[in-house]
């Protein structure tokens, strides 16, 4: 049973342009959503978050949309750029503090 | 500040054999999580320790167990290795245990391959 859904394994976008990746959830006890990223031979790193609170967050380039009806987040990167290329997965917390990942999509900007 | 390191880095054992991989938590934090991914497949929780305590589980046989000590590193045993066991074994540390969410620090991650 998945609870955090990343249906699309791959992204490609060229340098400049937007950036989004999609993720989905089965679980309507989530109120908080992450956004990790990955780089080979590194651990995830955090990039942002929302609260079920909100529909929208913002952080430079990065914006995260929530959509609790529909039960979808997406991440929009923009302008996207090359460094940006790495795994993204989206998460949730339990009431533990423990994550449920999806299975990530893997970004490539090109140049 | 010193963050979340693992060891070892790769690893290569056989079917049946036993391994054991180190974490050391990022300074202050007192709570590990454990998280184990497939090739091709998001990290999947296996259990977290809150002060030397196993603080909740995911959906892992018990041949998967462990450890959390007084200065808050922490070990995962995996006995009987079998084949689906191998993967990138990856530790976070946080700062509380509690019902709000407290961002995760991670490791960059053991290889572990089963042969």
């Known amino acids: 049973d998945q609870q955090v859904k990343q249906n699309s394994p791959s992204l490609s976008v060229q340098e400049g342009r937007i950036s989004i990746l999609n993720c989905d959830y089965t679980n309507s006890m989530f109120d908080y959503f992450l956004w990790y990223k990955k780089y080979p031979a590194e651990g995830p790193t955090f990039l942002i978050s929302i609260s079920s609170i909100k529909d929208k967050n913002e952080d430079g380039r990065f914006t995260v949309f929530l959509n609790k009806s529909a039960k979808h987040l997406s991440l929009h990167i923009v302008p996207s750029q090359p460094g940006d290329s790495a795994v993204y997965f989206c998460a949730a917390p339990n009431a533990g503090n423990m994550l449920t990942f999806g299975g990530g999509t893997r970004l490539m900007v090109k140049p | 500040e010193t963050g979340v390191t693992q060891s070892p880095t790769h690893l290569i054992k056989t079917r049946g054999q036993q391994v054991t991989l180190r974490c050391s938590s990022q300074?202050?934090?007192?709570?590990v999580s454990w998280y184990q991914q497939a090739l091709g497949q998001g990290p999947q929780f296996i259990f977290q320790y809150y002060r030397e305590e196993e603080n909740g589980r995911g959906n892992f046989p018990p041949r998967f167990s462990g450890l959390q000590f007084p200065n808050y590193s922490s070990e995962l045993n995996v006995n009987a290795l079998e084949l689906d066991d191998s993967a990138l074994y990856l530790c976070?540390?946080?700062?509380?245990?509690?019902?709000?969410?407290?961002?995760?620090?991670f490791g960059p991650g053991t290889r572990l391959t089963v042969l």
């Open positions: 976070a540390s946080s700062l509380v245990a509690g019902s709000s969410y407290n961002e995760q620090f």
């Open positions: 300074s202050g934090h007192n709570t």
